[in-house]
């Protein structure tokens, strides 16, 4: 059994590297680390909704099957170890025998089996997806947990984790509504922190589980989660040192960069691997002109995507060749050999194929007009429209810009498809099935669904790809078909994929081993110590 | 006055209340349907794309699939019943919710009215007593400009010179977030939050007030009723402290009265600049999540409470101006 073997081996190292890297003197326990959270969450019910903030706290609370490491390989957690049969179609996991919830109960393989068939399948905005092919749980003993697949599904292994999917107390959640829960708000897990109270409006307060699983852990005594509404106040409460971590975009990056020079302050962008945000343009490839592959092609090269970077997000990204993020190179599914939009004759060359389409500049200069919806997620968003505005104003596109709020924009984009172009941002998520299928491929046009395929594009072969590519347990394999659809998308150009977003982390430098893992300050901060 | 009449007088008011309330509650229903887009549509995009079978499934869940004026006749019904219903985005009742930001939002803004208040009244006197001197002017000066600059920014600049640059007071919050202070101490670190956000959400009211007060006083003070005074020999001191206050007060009186609702309104950027834990905040966040429930709920609380203020105005002006009758 190698995959058990393997696993062994993996579990001493994880609890080698989630103490983290220096030697174990080194670190001390005690200390209350203050993380920013922007906005406040809703609720804190990360099965029933995966609401950034929520995860960013819950995933101290709840731990999963799995844990990931920088390159994305899957470590153990609640499973020590677990084997998939050679079909694909069967995935055994051996759980561990010592692990209790926060209120004294033990942890079974009754409670996966609970929150993957009936809660996760069934609620689970992603879970709807991810274990769509998951036909049974058994539990052939309390430490053993068989998914039967009605068709491989090696995306899934990758979709684990406490943030992803939380292994939930059945006997608490399984007594009345799921959706209506009263613990919504009151989470019991077995996450190395637990949950005491929610000030709303104010901060969460998390104190250790002194009865935590992996024997010494966490270092810290408290986690207390702030809310605070005003980035330049975030600021002000990161540089005084009243708060120590904030990550996805919770500070400005203009003030990233700013804080970044303080001696107390470290900026790191990493901790976003699994996440993979991709900035992008989205075409409305069903509205003329724009249904005309050479005007998209020529938009794709008209913008500047390191302009972009450089003056609108300071530097926080790399230019993106296609859907995938290079985030997926060390897997083998990313490709860079695709048709490249970022060339230094950009302009010229989108003149020549806006010339070739039909669409002659006119008295004014202008070819034809468009509408461009803003993002409405902040004034960086409002920035990066008004350089859209003006890269395409160079190849004769006149774009007006349309700002509204969240509620009418994502109603106008994916339900009214009234729209030509629109900027937005994506996770590819840990596997491309999960964050890259749902923009391109021709089943997941869906009217009034949001975050889906709203270019309305798709091509066939593309589609069938992807298909191929979601139940081949063969990385290699996956990766050849990724690579075809990479440049039969890229071509079509539904989308200009502008870059891969690089958010920075801000990180008081008395603590150390906070972003321990590609999901960043959506883990569980166990091994996160204070000098 | 009877004691018992101006009981009458409240209830009756209390009454007169009752279809105020009702009104504000039927409009913002009506008028939050104007907008595009619904909390399922706004859930479904926070989780990062979900299927349409989990967006169809909320929408039935919040009761958006039922036709308009039927949503509207249950939330009158259940209003009525004092039932503000549920957040289904927040996973709570609306009640609990908005109590527990209330109190925070209750305490920014007593502070701030009575120092607001009393500020501005005593330097819009001053200013009168000292008119056409550089004092007067001096206080003028000042007043114009703190009516003048915007609460985000004033919040701002305070942070930054108060917590950052001199280190003596916390940036945000209403509690040292570490700390978890109990008893006496938890007072005095709330009290020590509450410095910069009072501060910046007093210094708009108090020029104004200050403003009015300085205006007021003069006009009063050349009433016939104060050159009788003086012709009567009494002190100047005694004519501006006995007489002419008590008149000028009850503008400022009506107009803190009605401020109360612009109170609410400046307490949502003050809040929002010092995370302060208030409703402020908590409509700001339901308004863009599409959260109907919640936001009728804070309208409902709100207007009930400017509604409250305005009656105890009334009664004060009565008490202040026996001219006035509750008959």
Known sequence: MTVRRCCALALMSVLVSATGAPPASAQKAGGTLVQITQPEPPNLAPYISTSAPIGQVTAKVYDGLLEYGFDLKPKPSLAQSWELAPDGKTVTFWLRTDVRFHDGRPFTSADVQFTIMDVLKKVHPRGINTFRDVTAVETPDEHTAVFRLANAAPYMLSALSGYESPMLPKHIFSQGDIKTHANANNPVGTGPFRFVEWRRGELVRLDKNADYWRKGLPYLDRIVVRFINDEATRTAAIEKGEAHVAGFGAVPYSDAKKLAQLPSIEVTTKGYEMISPVVELLINTKKPPLDNQKVRQAMAYAIDRQFVIDNIWFGYGRPATGPMSSNFAPSGLYTADVTKYQTPDGVATANKLLDEAGFARTDGGVRFEIVHDITPYGPEWQRFGEVVQQQLAKVGIKATLRYEDVATWLKRIYTDYDFFLTSNFLYNLPDPVLGVHRAIHGRLIKQGTVFVNGSQWSNPRSDELMDKATTEPDLKKRGEYYHEVQKIVVDGSPIIWVFELNFPTVVNKRYHDVIASPLGIYTNFAAAWRE | ?327
Request: hydrophobic content about 55%.
């Open chain 2, 1 to 327: 006055m009877g004691s018992s009449r101006l009981g009458r007088y409240v209830l009756r008011r209390l009454l007169q209340a009752i279809p105020v309330v009702l009104g504000v509650v039927i409009l913002n229903f009506l008028l939050l349907q104007l907008a595009p887009g619904d909390a399922a549509t706004v859930l479904a995009g926070e989780a990062g794309g979900a299927p349409a079978e989990y967006v169809e499934a909320l929408r039935q869940r919040f009761g958006l699939d039922k036709p308009l004026l039927v949503r509207l006749a249950l939330y009158v019904k259940n209003i009525l019943a004092l039932d503000l219903g549920y957040s289904f985005r927040n996973q709570s009742p609306v009640l609990p919710l908005i109590l527990a930001r209330l109190s925070a939002t209750l305490l920014l803004m007593v502070t701030t009215l009575i120092l607001s208040l009393g500020l501005g009244v005593l330097l819009g006197l001053l200013a009168a007593v000292w008119v056409r001197t550089w004092k007067d002017h001096l206080i003028s000066v000042a007043a114009i400009i703190a009516y003048a600059m915007p609460l985000f920014w004033i919040g701002l600049m305070l942070i930054l010179l108060f917590a950052i640059k001199l280190d003596w007071l916390p940036t945000s919050g209403m509690e040292d977030a570490a700390a978890f202070y109990e008893g006496p101490e938890r007072f005095l670190d709330i009290a020590r939050h509450l410095i910069l956000p009072a501060i910046t959400l007093s210094l708009f009211y108090m020029a104004l007030y200050a403003r009015l007060m300085r205006a007021t006083m003069l006009e009063q003070r050349g009433l016939d009723y104060v050159t009788t005074a003086r012709a009567k020999g009494l002190a100047e001191r005694q004519i501006t402290l006995r007489h002419v206050l008590r008149n000028a007060l009850m503008p400022v009186v009506t107009v803190a009265g009605v401020q109360v609702g612009g109170l609410l309104g400046g307490s949502v950027v003050v809040e929002a600049v010092f995370a302060w834990p208030g409703l402020g905040q908590l409509a700001f966040q339901s308004l863009f999540a599409r959260d109907l429930n919640l936001l009728l709920g804070i309208f409902f609380i709100s207007s009930c409470l400017v509604v409250l203020v305005n009656i105890v105005v009334d009664v004060v002006y009565v008490l202040l101006d026996p001219r006035v009758r509750v008959g």
